[in-house]
């Protein structure tokens, strides 16, 4: 047997529909049918088309994931065929929330598309956060106070670029720097803007081709310890690494280097 053979088994239940009647709908026999359910033969690209858009349910998932595990009239369909999965709640009935932690952060971009990986994540319960899909992420660096290292951002999930409104913040997971925390200041042709709300750092530019998943703010979790000081103490040895940086910057510039 397949996880896909399982698989369509299961949907073929979840529909109530006879093994003839499925095979009508492929437009198949029932015998040829039979032998996918049963594992003995493996279906064409085109028949594995025909089976996706009549359970609708992405090739993807039918060979790849036991669908028999995750609740699938409550998953939420992503761009670029992905699925997030499960959309899981608690004893209360409150949607839960994905936690990466800052050990998961280093293996989000690989993990971010997988079923399996976003499944095993740790989770949460916010009630007041609904209509809609959320995951924490860990905060890092002195860019984005009052978070701090041990803080999470709460982000709602966005479906794309056109979604975007300037001066509200995100999370964007991006190829290059992975998961960061800015302000969104504006779109020009291929490149979004983006600020940090320490005036140390200066905004900067984003190609849009490099953004893989975007999450508006939402709420946020802080460590026992936090205080709400908006005048803590940044980091030293990080903000003369920048000053550092511009000044040596700023003599190649006076050298016409």
């Known amino acids: 047997m397949s996880i896909f053979s399982d698989n369509i088994r299961f949907l ?13 709908l492929l437009s198949i026999t029932r015998s040829r049918y039979v032998s996918y359910e049963d594992g003995r033969s493996e279906p064409s690209i085109e028949m594995l088309l025909k089976v996706s858009q009549s359970f609708h349910v992405s090739i993807d998932l039918l060979v790849s994931v036991d669908i028999r ?3 699938m ?8 065929n992905r699925i997030i999965l499960p959309v899981l709640v608690d004893h209360l009935g409150n949607d839960t929330i994905e936690i990466i932690s800052q050990k998961e ?13 976003i499944g095993n994540l740790q989770r ?13 992420f860990p905060a890092e660096g002195n860019s984005m106070p009052p978070f ?14 056109d979604h975007l409104k300037p001066g509200k913040t995100y999370v964007f997971v991006t190829l290059n720097e992975g998961i ?4 969104f200041m504006g779109k020009r042709k291929n490149r979004i803007w983006v600020s940090s709300d320490n005036s140390f750092y200066r905004p900067y530019d984003i190609l849009i081709e490099e953004v893989l998943e975007i999450w508006q703010y939402a709420s946020g979790i802080f460590p026992e310890d936090f205080e709400s000081d908006e005048t803590e103490d940044l980091d030293m040895k990080e903000m003369f690494m920048e000053l550092k940086k511009d000044i040596k910057e700023l003599e190649n510039k006076i050298s016409g280097k």
Do not use: C, M, W
């Not at 073929?12 to 009508?24: S, V």
């Not at 952060?105 to 399996?116: F, K, P, S, T, V």
């Not at 960061?180 to 302000?183: A, E, H, P, Q, T």
């Open 124 to 136: 949460i319960a916010l009630p007041f956060l609904t209509h809609g899909k959320y995951r924490a």
């Open 105 to 117: 952060a280093e293996n989000y971009l690989e993990g971010y598309r997988d079923i399996q990986y």
């Open 12 to 24: 073929r239940g979840k529909r109530e529909k006879t093994q003839q009647e499925l095979a009508d």
């Open 180 to 183: 960061i925390y800015k302000r």
């Open 69 to 71: 595990k995750y609740p």
């Open 148 to 161: 701090r290292r041990g803080s999470y951002i709460v982000g709602k999930y966005v479906e794309g670029i």
């Open 73 to 80: 009239e409550e998953t939420l369909n992503l761009p670029d």
